[in-house]
């Protein structure tokens, strides 16, 4: 298989697995709308319209990352909190933070009820899904998955060909940072 065929087919699984989330969070009130802002290695999402303590927070998956979510959903059967988990273990997955003081201490989803912002600085070239996914006990969750190419675009998509072969990860930021983790640094 081609590299391009292997990255098309990692973007299948990360459809399904999207589809997925979609059925988790079916009949959900879609009242927070994250709108995303992508600078070459950095990306922005600005939350708006939360509902009353709703907060959200966000992923960045690359594509080969994605078999690792599927296998979550399936044996979840529709739980998102599986999936959630299968996210936060995954070393390439990284977590967007929330506001805080960068270096200090930052929270990993924003403010409850609040409009906020949710940022990752020096990720890696890629193409990701950007998942958002909203929660509060004053509705289901709310998932919300868009495409995102972090970086140079032929970076980018160098970084997901060789990923989704096995050869190696994303392709490192062009300004030499260290790139965020799902451990929030």
Excluded: R
């Amino acid at each position: 298989m081609t590299n391009l065929k292997k990255a098309a087919a990692g973007f299948a699984v990360a459809a399904t697995a999207a589809a997925g989330i979609s059925v988790a969070g079916a009949g959900a009130a879609n009242a927070a709308t994250p709108f995303v802002h992508i600078a070459g290695n950095t990306v922005n999402v600005h939350v708006t319209a939360p509902l009353p303590n709703q907060t959200c927070m966000g992923m960045l998956v690359p594509p080969y990352a994605a078999a690792d979510i599927a296998g979550a959903a399936v044996a979840g059967g529709g739980n998102l909190m599986p999936i959630i988990a299968a996210l936060g273990n995954n070393p390439d997955v990284i977590a967007l933070n929330g506001p805080g003081i960068p270096g200090i201490f930052q929270l990993p989803m924003t403010i409850p009820g609040q409009d906020g912002w949710l940022s990752a600085q020096n990720v890696p070239s890629n193409i990701y899904a950007l998942a958002v996914i909203c929660m509060g006990h004053a509705g289901p969750m709310e998932p919300h998955l868009f495409p995102a190419v972090v970086g140079n675009p032929m970076e980018a998509f160098a970084g997901s060909a060789s990923g989704s072969t096995g050869i190696g990860g994303p392709a490192a930021p062009t300004d030499n940072g260290t790139g965020s983790s799902s451990s929030g640094s």
